[in-house]
């Protein structure tokens, strides 16, 4: 392996830094956790790393992130992904009160919105981190792994420990019924709203 152990423990910082940083995954894990629980915020992340993950293979793959980026293929995946935002806000902002036991129905579309979200990020953080800590024309398969498994897992923790402390903050705060729940599934709806904009504008 290439990569040398201060090499990966500087990227590590820098990726905590960063995905800790308050942004449009963050702020929909700790919403969702905090209208729905952890398990809300659980399929948020999965979604989030899952979508992360493929754009970090095209970037070890040494093809150009923002030519993938401006394919006519994406547009259609920032489209589709913005009416799924939106359609989720309506949703959400129609919920009643009472919030519903988790289903594998709802599940799937917390791992969808994270999909979602991921797109909002028109420059990412691969494209402008990577070179600064990787010779990417120097990875071997075992490094490009590595990378695969560090950021997996850093990603994950840091949303992950949002998503638990929001879900705490919702039984400490806010019951199951009444207004406090609806005011959380108003908010989720805006938060929703707002992201589905920022993909929309990310096409212009």
Request: hydrophobic letters at 60%.
């Amino acid at each position: 392996m290439s990569l040398s152990l201060t090499t990966l423990l500087g990227l590590s910082l820098a990726l905590i830094f960063v995905s800790a940083t308050p942004g449009p995954g963050v702020i929909t894990t700790v919403t969702r956790s905090l209208q729905s629980g952890f398990r809300a915020g659980f399929w948020i992340t999965a979604g989030i790393v899952v979508m992360d993950l493929v754009v970090l293979i095209v970037t070890l793959s040494g093809l150009s992130l923002l030519a993938y980026w401006s394919q006519p293929g994406l547009v259609a995946m920032k489209l589709f992904g913005a009416g799924f935002l939106l359609w989720l806000a309506w949703k959400n902002w129609h919920r009643p009160a009472l919030a519903q036991n988790a289903t594998p129905k709802q599940n799937r579309r917390d791992f969808f919105t994270g999909i979602a979200v991921s797109l909002t990020n028109p420059v990412l953080f691969y494209l402008a981190f990577l070179p600064a800590f990787i010779d990417l024309s120097a990875l071997t398969l075992l490094d490009a792994f590595v990378l695969l498994g560090l950021i997996s897992l850093i990603l994950a923790g840091v949303l992950l420990a949002y998503a638990l402390a929001a879900a705490k903050m919702q039984h400490l705060l806010f019951s199951q019924q009444g207004k406090g729940q609806i005011w959380l599934n108003r908010i989720s709806a805006l938060v929703l709203t707002l992201l589905a904009l920022l993909l929309l504008a990310s096409l212009a």
